[in-house]
């Protein structure tokens, strides 16, 4: 248990190590937050979709672990995340219902797809948060799109049904900026940024119980009471040096996506091709916008404990990989061309993707397609988290800080 006199290092300034810093200033308890970047939230939490999962995109799991998984942080994202930031997320947040695009080259047929969505309806009903998210889904509906709402968003062969989900995302960048201002609020928290941590160790060798120090390229620091490692990208490769062995299958993926911010506002609902080709559209305010394609953002693949560092890109590259994403969604939503016209800036970012499992979305078979193996793996005072997903980040911290004080 940690008492206020203890001093807690928490490894990883992503949307998890700011959410377990904060809950533990606030309870009075020192902390001292590490990362290898310049300031929090600058990696992958800042420059992803911002899914806010209730479990729809794992069909690929027709046993629902992952959906049951997902499900409790997803429904109490919103509260959690507006305690932390003194914000409301609801001016941030997708405005409609997902559509989720069953692809002729799925790995899940319609019929199945279907009846996996009213599966999932059925245990939002039964989840006593369902009146937590960023609308009530008590009441939790699936629509399968008739051919004319289908042939309003896309006319190509390629997608075979459509389905509207109550899903919604939320604009990880502002999300980002608020978190650091509460960072910053809180005199409890020493933020150690620019430091790359390379080990953790017990003060005393073996001494799991006892107090730990913390080694980086640019010194050891510690002794402190508790370990938290949050870390993203190479997390595992800490885990080694305190003693905690990988447990396997595992993959890092470097993911690159378009945030575009067009000059005028541009209707058109947020999407989701699935499942085995992938894409993404995000329509935060009909201005701010995500696109993602799969195969075409996806840069490195690596099963390493430490990955290899991302390869640099010059301006032809990354031209060519946003053309890449815009046609491939163009070709399947037409809707996106408007998206392209109207672009008033279009950077592209992101990020390490950590995941317990492997191979290919094509692959029926691939372990990426089941995502229940996350959570909190321990070793005397030191703990490691496999965050899971950006949507179950604060309220696993949050009940991480609960169980320990």
Not at 215 to 239: C, F, K, M, T
Not at 293 to 311: A, F, H, I, K, N
Not at 368 to 394: C, E, N, Q, W
């Amino acid at each position: 248990m940690i008492k206020k006199s203890h001093r807690i290092a928490v490894l990883g300034a992503g949307i998890m190590g700011s959410s377990l810093a904060l809950f533990l200033a606030r309870r009075g308890i020192p902390v001292t937050l590490f990362d290898a970047a310049p300031q929090p939230m600058s990696c992958a939490s800042r420059w992803n979709e911002g899914k806010i999962h209730l479990g729809f995109i794992y069909s690929g799991d027709p046993s629902l672990k992952t959906a049951r998984q997902v499900l409790g942080g997803g429904l109490s994202f919103k509260p959690v995340l507006e305690t932390l930031t003194g914000c409301s997320l609801g001016p941030v947040a997708t405005m409609t219902d997902d559509i989720y695009l069953c692809h002729r080259r799925t790995v899940v047929q319609p019929d199945a797809m279907e009846d996996y969505f009213y599966r999932v309806a059925h245990l939002i009903h039964q989840h006593p948060d369902a009146g937590r998210y960023f609308v009530d889904v008590s009441d939790c509906r699936v629509g399968r799109l008739d051919s004319r709402e289908l042939g309003a968003i896309t006319d190509s062969p390629e997608i075979l049904a459509g389905f509207r989900v109550p899903e919604r995302s939320v604009s990880t960048n502002w999300v980002a900026d608020r978190l650091i201002d509460a960072l910053d609020s809180e005199s409890r928290i020493e933020k150690c940024m620019g430091v790359h941590i390379t080990a953790a160790r017990p003060v005393v060798a073996g001494e799991v119980d006892g107090p730990w120090r913390v080694e980086s390229s640019q010194g050891e620091y510690g002794p402190y009471d508790h370990v938290i490692n949050s870390l993203w990208e190479g997390r595992l490769a800490i885990d080694q040096t305190a003693g905690l062995r990988p447990a396997g299958p595992w993959s890092n993926r470097y993911r690159l996506s378009l945030f575009v911010r067009t000059a005028e506002p541009v209707d058109l609902p947020s999407a989701i091709i699935a499942t085995g080709p992938f894409g993404d559209i995000k329509n935060y305010n009909q201005r701010d916008f995500y696109l993602s394609w799969y195969p075409s953002g996806l840069r490195m693949e690596s099963s390493d404990v430490t990955p290899p560092s991302p390869p640099s890109l010059d301006d032809a590259q990354q031209s060519a990989i946003q053309d890449d994403v815009l046609r491939h969604l163009e070709a399947l939503l037409p809707g996106v061309a408007k998206i392209r016209q109207q672009s008033k800036s279009v950077a592209l970012r992101g990020g390490w993707v950590f995941a317990a499992g492997q191979g290919e979305l094509s692959n029926p078979d691939s372990t990426l397609h089941r995502r229940s193996d996350f959570g909190v793996f321990r070793l005397g005072r030191y703990m490691s988290i496999d965050t899971g997903k950006y949507s179950t980040a604060p309220s696993m911290a949050l009940d991480i800080v609960n169980g320990l004080i």
